[in-house]
């Protein structure tokens, strides 16, 4: 049921039969029927497919009803015998549900005690807090007796009220009485009839409607933070599922093209940052040449070409016919390139490590990027291309590689054997007989030396071969890995740009079904957040999260006129509204006191209701004193503010602890945060430091500074949102060159995360130092609805007066700035003020005569 306004027509609609509208409800009741005989055959069986109508009305109040099927006893002819368990079940389907308000239907000419509607009621509802009791049939009880000790509660009681209804009878069916005359009749019955008299007021179908309405509004009130987590909960799901399926196809060539390249350089980016370390893997590629090669080479033992025979062999052979006369150099030649040649063996296999630690880190890629789990066809081409790639530069590789080698055996150095005669002299007698230079000790002398010098080369190609596979393999790979498929790929057709983003159908229908119902729950979400910041109390939480901070003031003032007990002036200023002050926070540079921590305290003849929607604890921070003893110290802290250094302050440290120790001890949701301008930035930077733990507490900051050029105050329109729309472009450009376009997800940006804390923001329009989050939110807003929502997203998160000094002082990051804010219930208080102390002060909050304007500012 939708109540419509005033004048509009009545009319109806059905969900299996959209964009027909009914406007003769006899048609409805056909409609209702031919339904039910489609779903269940013309017979007497049931069906569990509903049959949704919407009614649209000025005599009805907003509803939801679900009719269901009467319980049954026995199965009649032409129904199955498990009829009764079936309708039971469909039931209590339903009736378990908590947020389910059951109507328990009994007629009033029948014994209670067996009412399958209490009944069964009963089981799922014991308490009786959403059993509505309604009798009908009041008016067929045998004369003689009547119902008024159940509508009074005496004979069987209900939480709530029974309400006795008098519907039409079949006769009033068949001669199809008009309803508002049955309503009519049903009115005059309860009013006239003596025994229902004094109860005609709550009486009657239009009075149950309105009970149902009114608890029902009850309902969802209580369930609002319980309805709020689901959403949020489920919404947070349906972001996760969809990012993870990925975008949806382009449906152009161009758009296919860009796509494909677009996926391929995210791919590229990847595979840089596994091998520059910011991703795992690239730490293999130096295992290798810091381990894997000196080992292999350390390895080379050369026992086969230096052993006694060979060397023997190969001085002899090299000699010739004629036996050398001081040192055989040819001998000395052969044996080194015979021992330098299993050098290539540690080279090349060096060369292939390198190849599959590139070919690993390609996997890793891949598996990195969703888009190329969403298209196999195009993980396998790119997969492909990259392996060939990797394939072509490591034949490269080796290439080069062995030529190192190859370049140690053609050419030795000179420098080493020139020292070879004097070792000679140095050992031994050069004119001792030729058949005594072949002895044991001279061979062993030549095998010492040419061990010497390979020892040597080994050393030298220890350092030369990564450089040259790190030039042939690693760097080509990080600089050029797909240069050739992007060279390919603007020759292919569309048919086969299709053919590679051509995805499983399923996956495109789970995603189109998954951003419909992410649009719709967005849509609850706004909705529902709404409601609960427009809770009839709001003004009244407003008004002591206010007052407990100006009693912050005065315990500062009291100090410093050493006031005291009976003397003191801050106690009203919380006993009033029922809390007790259990601490003061003092700071350790000056002792004076800048927050406190409220106990909330009701009497006992407060109702449950009001207990439930208020805080258990209040932290409050209070802002600049303009006396002496605290002037100093405020001002520092205030100077803090503007370099974004609150949070290395030891008055902040002491506020994070008992904030902190607070959340610890009873939890998030029975803690507020309350703050006036300088306190206003201390409780917001205390809100978004626990809420990146997870923990959301509720904040009500007053007049927190806003650190930018008030644009706010420009009176012209147009001039305004030109500097906006010129600084949000700057903003993001200045981020892109600073920081790069690096990708970031969901689950890590920290922007995102917060975006789930939703402060309660009040600001003046003419106080120049909060007013410029109206236009922060404002502006947003308009660059989403214009299509710069992109640009406006990276321009949000960042200060362009941080961004500068960045660039400027080209040090370390800086503080996040802390008005950057992703959501918040914004209150912009439009009342006209005198002055700037006026429009600054905290009293302005809980005046009762303000002109508000409220807005709720979500981060997408």
């Given at each position: 049921?939708h109540?419509?306004?005033?004048?509009?027509?009545?009319?109806?609609?059905?969900?299996?039969?959209?964009?027909?509208?009914?406007?003769?409800?006899?048609?409805?009741r056909?409609?209702?029927?031919?339904?039910?005989?489609?779903?269940?055959g013309?017979?007497?069986?049931?069906?569990s497919?509903?049959?949704h109508?919407?009614?649209?009305?000025?005599?009805?109040?907003?509803l939801?009803?679900?009719?269901?099927?009467?319980?049954?006893?026995?199965?009649?002819?032409?129904?199955?015998?498990?009829?009764?368990?079936d309708?039971e079940?469909m039931?209590?389907?339903?009736?378990?549900?908590?947020?389910?308000i059951?109507?328990?239907?009994?007629?009033?000419?029948?014994?209670?005690?067996?009412?399958?509607?209490?009944?069964i009621s009963?089981?799922?509802?014991?308490?009786g807090?959403r059993?509505?009791?309604?009798?009908?049939?009041?008016?067929?009880?045998?004369?003689?007796?009547?119902a008024v000790?159940?509508?009074?509660?005496?004979?069987?009681?209900?939480?709530?009220?029974?309400?006795?209804v008098v519907n039409?009878?079949?006769?009033d069916?068949n001669?199809?009485v008009d309803?508002i005359?049955a309503?009519r009749r049903?009115?005059?019955?309860?009013a006239?009839?003596?025994?229902?008299?004094?109860?005609a007021?709550?009486m009657?179908?239009?009075?149950l409607?309105?009970?149902?309405?009114?608890?029902?509004?009850?309902?969802?009130k209580?369930?609002?933070?319980?309805?709020?987590?689901?959403?949020?909960k489920?919404?947070?799901?349906?972001?996760?599922?969809l990012?993870?399926?990925g975008?949806?196809?382009?449906?152009d060539?161009?758009?296919?093209?860009y796509?494909?390249?677009?996926?391929?350089r995210l791919?590229?980016?990847?595979?840089?940052?596994?091998l520059?370390?910011?991703r795992?893997?690239?730490?293999?590629?130096?295992?290798?040449f810091?381990n894997?090669?000196?080992?292999?080479?350390?390895?080379?033992?050369?026992?086969?070409?230096?052993?006694?025979e060979?060397?023997?062999?190969?001085?002899?052979?090299a000699?010739?016919?004629?036996?050398?006369?001081?040192?055989?150099?040819?001998g000395?030649?052969?044996?080194i390139e015979?021992?330098?040649v299993?050098?290539?063996?540690?080279?090349?296999?060096?060369?292939?490590?390198?190849?599959?630690?590139?070919?690993?880190l390609v996997?890793?890629?891949?598996?990195?990027?969703?888009?190329l789990?969403?298209?196999?066809?195009?993980?396998?081409e790119?997969g492909?291309?990259?392996m060939?790639?990797l394939?072509?530069?490591?034949?490269?590789?080796?290439k080069a590689?062995?030529?190192?080698?190859?370049?140690?055996?053609?050419?030795?150095?000179?420098?080493?054997?020139?020292?070879l005669?004097?070792?000679?002299?140095?050992g031994g007698?050069?004119?001792q007989s030729?058949?005594d230079?072949?002895?044991?000790?001279?061979?062993?002398?030549i095998?010492?030396?040419v061990?010497?010098?390979?020892?040597?080369?080994?050393?030298?190609?220890?350092?030369?071969?990564?450089?040259s596979?790190?030039?042939?393999?690693?760097?080509?790979?990080?600089r050029?890995l797909?240069?050739?498929y992007?060279?390919?790929?603007?020759?292919l057709?569309?048919?086969r740009?299709?053919a590679?983003l051509?995805?499983?159908?399923?996956?495109?229908?789970?995603?189109?079904?998954?951003?419909?119902?992410?649009?719709?729950?967005r849509?609850?979400q706004?909705?529902?957040?709404?409601?609960?910041w427009?809770?009839?109390?709001?003004n009244?939480?407003?008004s002591?999260?206010?007052?407990l901070v100006?009693?912050t003031y005065?315990?500062?003032r009291?100090?410093q006129e050493?006031?005291q007990?009976?003397q003191?002036?801050?106690?009203?200023?919380?006993?009033?509204?029922?809390?007790?002050?259990?601490?003061?926070l003092?700071?350790?540079?000056?002792?004076?006191?800048?927050g406190?921590?409220?106990e909330?305290a009701?009497p006992?003849s407060?109702c449950n209701d009001?207990?439930d929607?208020?805080?258990r604890?209040?932290i409050?921070?209070?802002?600049?004193?303009n006396k002496?003893?605290?002037f100093?110290r405020d001002?520092?802290?205030?100077?803090?503010i503007?370099?974004n250094?609150l949070h290395?302050t030891?008055r902040?440290?002491?506020?994070?602890k008992?904030v902190?120790?607070?959340?610890?001890?009873v939890g998030d949701?029975?803690?507020?945060?309350?703050?006036?301008s300088?306190g206003?930035?201390?409780a917001m930077?205390?809100g978004?430091?626990?809420a990146?733990?997870?923990?959301?507490?509720?904040?009500?900051?007053f007049?927190?500074?806003f650190?930018?050029?008030?644009?706010?105050?420009?009176?012209?329109?147009?001039v305004?949102?030109?500097?906006?729309?010129?600084?949000s472009f700057?903003?993001?450009?200045?981020?892109?060159?600073?920081?790069?376009?690096?990708?970031t997800s969901q689950?890590?940006?920290?922007?995102f995360?917060l975006?789930?804390?939703?402060?309660?923001?009040f600001v003046?329009?003419?106080?120049?130092?909060?007013?410029?989050?109206?236009?922060?939110?404002?502006?947003?807003?308009?660059m989403?609805?214009?299509?710069?929502g992109?640009?406006?997203?990276?321009a949000?998160?960042n200060s362009?007066?941080?961004?500068f000094m960045s660039?400027?002082r080209?040090s370390?990051?800086?503080?996040?700035p802390?008005?950057?804010l992703?959501s918040?219930?914004l209150?912009?208080?439009?009342?006209p003020?005198e002055?700037?102390?006026?429009?600054?002060g905290?009293?302005?909050?809980?005046?009762?005569?303000l002109?508000?304007?409220?807005?709720?500012y979500?981060?997408k």
């Open positions: 049921l109540k419509s306004d005033e004048g509009s027509r009545e009319y109806a609609e059905f969900l299996h039969l959209q964009r027909k509208r009914f406007t003769d409800f006899s048609a409805v056909k409609e209702i029927q031919d339904e039910t005989d489609r779903e269940t013309q017979t007497k069986q049931i069906s497919v509903p049959i109508l919407s009614i649209y009305s000025r005599n009805v109040v907003n939801t009803l679900v009719d269901l099927p009467g319980l049954t006893k026995v199965a009649v002819e032409g129904q199955p015998d498990t009829i009764v368990q309708i079940n039931v209590r389907s339903y009736i378990e549900k908590p947020n389910c059951i109507l328990a239907i009994s007629p009033a000419n029948q014994d209670l005690a067996t009412s399958d509607a209490i009944k009963r089981e799922v509802d014991p308490a807090e059993t509505i009791g309604v009798l009908t049939k009041i008016d067929l009880m045998d004369k003689g007796t009547d000790d159940i509508l009074e509660g005496k004979s069987y009681r209900l939480k709530f009220p029974w309400i006795g039409r009878s079949q006769a069916i001669k199809n309803m005359a309503r049903e009115r005059e019955y309860f006239n009839t003596p025994e229902y008299k004094h109860l007021q709550r009657g179908s239009e009075h409607a309105k009970v149902l309405s009114k608890h029902l509004e009850t309902v969802i209580s369930r609002i933070p319980g309805i709020q987590s689901l959403i949020n489920t919404v947070a799901e349906l972001e996760t599922e990012s993870r399926l975008k949806p196809i382009a449906v060539a161009g758009g296919k093209l796509a494909i390249m677009e996926i391929c791919f590229d980016q990847n595979y840089r940052e596994h520059d370390g910011v795992s893997g690239g730490d293999k590629v130096y295992n290798v810091d894997q090669l000196p080992a292999a080479l350390q390895r080379l033992q050369f026992d086969k070409q230096l052993s006694m060979n060397i023997r062999k190969l001085i002899t052979e000699d010739g016919y004629q036996p050398h006369l001081i040192a055989p150099e040819q000395y030649r052969r044996l015979s021992t330098l299993t050098i290539r063996g540690p080279a090349e296999a060096s060369v292939d490590a390198i190849h599959s630690i590139l070919k690993d996997h890793k890629a891949m598996n990195d990027i969703p888009e789990k969403q298209y196999p066809a195009l993980r396998t790119v492909n291309a990259a060939e790639s394939e072509r530069m490591r034949e490269q590789s080796k590689t062995l030529q190192l080698v190859d370049m140690e055996c053609c050419y030795l150095t000179v420098d080493f054997f020139r020292k005669p004097q070792e000679v002299d140095k007698n050069p004119s030729i058949f230079r072949y002895n044991e000790a001279y061979l062993r002398r095998g010492t030396t061990l010497s010098y390979v020892n040597a080369v080994c050393a030298g190609l220890r350092h030369s071969i990564p450089k596979i790190v030039y042939c393999q690693v760097r080509e790979a990080r050029s797909l240069d050739f992007y060279t390919e790929l603007g020759k057709e569309q048919n740009l299709s590679l051509n995805e499983d159908p399923a996956i495109m229908e789970r995603r189109s079904a998954l951003a419909k119902r992410l649009e719709l729950y849509s609850a706004a909705e529902i957040d709404t409601v609960a427009a809770k009839e109390n709001s009244h939480r407003r002591i999260a206010a007052s100006q009693g005065i315990l500062e009291d100090r050493n006031r007990g009976s003191a002036l801050a106690p009203p200023w919380w006993e009033f509204f029922h809390f007790k002050l259990i601490r003061q003092v700071d350790d540079a000056d002792s004076c006191v800048f406190a921590i409220y909330y009701p006992s407060h009001s207990i929607r208020s805080p604890y209040v409050a921070f209070r802002g600049t004193i002496p003893d605290s100093s001002f520092s802290l205030d100077i803090h503007i370099r250094g290395q030891s902040f440290e002491i506020a994070m008992a902190r120790n607070m959340v610890a001890m949701s029975s803690v507020w945060l309350a703050g006036h300088l206003a930035a201390m930077l205390a978004k430091t626990i990146k733990t997870g923990n959301f507490l509720e904040a009500f900051l007049n927190p500074p650190l930018s050029a008030p644009i706010e105050r420009i009176n012209y329109g147009n305004k949102h030109g500097l906006r729309f010129a600084s700057i903003t993001a450009g200045l981020v892109l060159a600073t920081k790069g376009n690096s990708q689950s890590e940006d920290p922007f995360i975006s789930a804390w939703t402060p309660c923001l003046n329009l003419t106080d120049h130092l909060c007013s410029e989050y109206i236009g922060y939110f404002e502006h947003r807003k308009k989403e609805e214009i299509g710069y992109a640009i406006e997203r990276l949000t998160q362009l007066g941080d961004l660039v400027v080209r370390a990051e800086a503080a996040e802390l008005h950057l992703p918040a219930y209150t912009v208080n439009l009342t003020s002055d700037f102390k006026q429009a600054h905290i009293q302005q909050w809980w005046r009762p005569d002109h508000l304007k409220c807005n709720l979500k981060y």
